[in-house]
């Protein structure tokens, strides 16, 4: 009787201890994953609002430069 549906279970045991394992994997790197995705968009974010902020300063200053009309 084995012989019949024994190997069949062998590979559904396999698949199952497979994907257990893939599970618990995937649930180890996820939140860290997660969690450097998260710095790297703040550090993109504040580097985008450096740059930002380094442009209006400058075009602050260029307002505010008095004009060299005289020769």
Request: charged share 25%; net charge positive.
């Amino acid at each position: 009787m084995w012989e019949y549906f024994g190997p069949d279970f062998a590979f559904d045991v396999v698949k199952g201890f497979v994907a257990g394992v893939a599970s618990m994997a995937f649930q180890v790197v996820a939140p860290r994953a997660f969690h450097a995705a998260k710095r790297f968009r703040a550090h993109w974010v504040a580097r985008k609002d450096a740059g930002q902020a380094e442009r209006q300063a400058a075009s602050q200053a260029r307002r505010n430069a008095p004009a060299n009309d005289e020769p």
